[in-house]
């Protein structure tokens, strides 16, 4: 279908349609240089992409940038790399660090033991 048929179905205007097309928020046009023909595969995309939209509060842009870090490893780590910085992500832990702390636990918790026993 055209696009003014596809943005009166989905509820929005053809402006804002290709607005989501050039985010990347579309499934890619197979055909260079004809029209784009909308199919069901494509308002179901953008449905959906509304729908997330609404639901977690972010525009279009937001949802394209965060389907650009999920694709590109040095987006993500550069995304990453920021989150450490501000304070909005705390670093992982090592799986090393985790048994250190489970060593450590478990010898405190016995340590505690022994002189509760002693008393």
Do not use: C, W
Not at 105 to 113: E, S, V
Request: no cysteine; net charge positive; hydrophobic share 40%.
């Amino acid at each position: 279908m055209r696009i003014t048929e596809a943005a009166r179905r989905l509820g929005m205007s053809p402006r804002m349609l290709r607005y989501r097309e050039a985010l990347g928020l579309l499934p890619p046009v197979r055909e260079q240089g004809a029209h784009r023909r909308f199919t069901e595969e494509d308002l179901t995309a953008v449905a959906q992409a509304v729908e997330l939209e609404k639901r977690f509060d972010v525009s279009p842009a937001e949802l394209a940038f965060a389907l650009r870090a999920m694709a590109e490893p040095a987006v993500t780590q550069a995304v990453r790399d920021l989150g450490l910085r501000i304070g909005r992500l705390q670093a992982p832990r090592r799986a090393l660090d985790f048994e250190k702390e489970k060593a450590l636990r478990l010898l405190q918790t016995r340590g505690g033991n022994r002189s509760s026993n002693r008393v």
